[in-house]
T-cell receptor, first 113, second 110 residues
Framework: DTAVSQTPKYLVTQMGNDKSIKCEQN?????MYWYKQDSKKFLKIMFS???????INETVPNRFSPKSPDKAHLNLHINSLELGDSAVYFC????????????FGPGTRLLVL | QKEVEQDPGPLSVPEGAIVSLNCTYS??????FMWYRQYSRKGPELLMY????GNKEDGRFTAQVDKSSKYISLFIRDSQPSDSATYLC??????????FGSGTRLQVQP
């Protein structure tokens, strides 16, 4: 039974398109995250939500907009996709905002052509 | 300069070897130190967690933190082919998000 799931697993799209990635956790956690992992495996925080409230918003272009309909879901919408957006996007969750134990999803591989 | 530096490897060792993986960090405010393991095409999973300086042991794995030199280490004893993965160190201060190193790819040859 998957703890943190993401859809889709793979996403290939053209520059300029708008796409969404969905994330769900069934762990009952209060806090969810979006990370971006580039081709050199560098994992960087993008956003964090605690009980549907945005608590971390790193320097990310406005084209990226997270949305948390409830504390079990955190979706990521990306407008006007660019080549540099190609990466693996990971969703994660933790018990609370101070949680060291973050549980990661399997990742969504985004390729922008 | 990145806040957490890690040698990307790859590090190739024979089965049974002792592996030493290391990170350095620049922010002396970091209090929490973690090691995550990431298998190919999978999400990272927490391996070890320590608070402040000291050692922590869990089976074949030992995590070591030296805050005076801002140095984090992970030792793997009796390494196995199943340990082949990318190992990411991570740090945090307070309730901020994790700051990750870029990962070291380890290959354990049977």
């Amino acid at each position: 039974d998957t703890a943190v799931s993401q859809t889709p697993k793979y996403l290939v799209t053209q520059m300029g398109n708008d796409k969404s990635i969905k994330c769900e956790q069934n762990l009952g956690h209060d806090t969810m995250y979006w990370y971006k992992q580039d081709s050199k495996k560098f994992l960087k925080i993008m956003f964090s939500y605690n009980n549907k409230e945005l608590i971390i918003n790193e320097t990310v272009p406005n084209r990226f907009s997270p949305k948390s309909p409830d504390k079990a879901h955190l979706n990521l919408h990306i407008n006007s996709l660019e080549l540099g957006d190609s990466a693996v996007y990971f969703c994660a969750s933790s018990q609370d905002a101070g949680g060291e134990t973050q549980y990661f999803g399997p990742g969504t591989r985004l390729l922008v052509l | 300069q990145k806040e957490v530096e890690q040698d990307p490897g790859p590090l190739s060792v024979p089965e049974g070897a002792i592996v030493s993986l290391n990170c350095t960090y620049s922010n002396s405010a970091f209090q929490y130190f973690m090691w995550y393991r990431q298998y190919s095409r999978k999400g990272p999973e927490l391996l070890m967690y320590t608070y402040s300086s000291g050692n922590k042991e869990d089976g074949r794995f030992t995590a070591q933190v030296d805050k005076s030199s801002k140095y984090i280490s992970l030792f793997i004893r009796d390494s196995q082919p199943s340990d082949s993965a990318t190992y990411l160190c991570a740090t945090r201060t307070g309730r901020r998000a994790l700051t990750f190193g870029s990962g070291t790819r380890l290959q354990v040859q049977p």
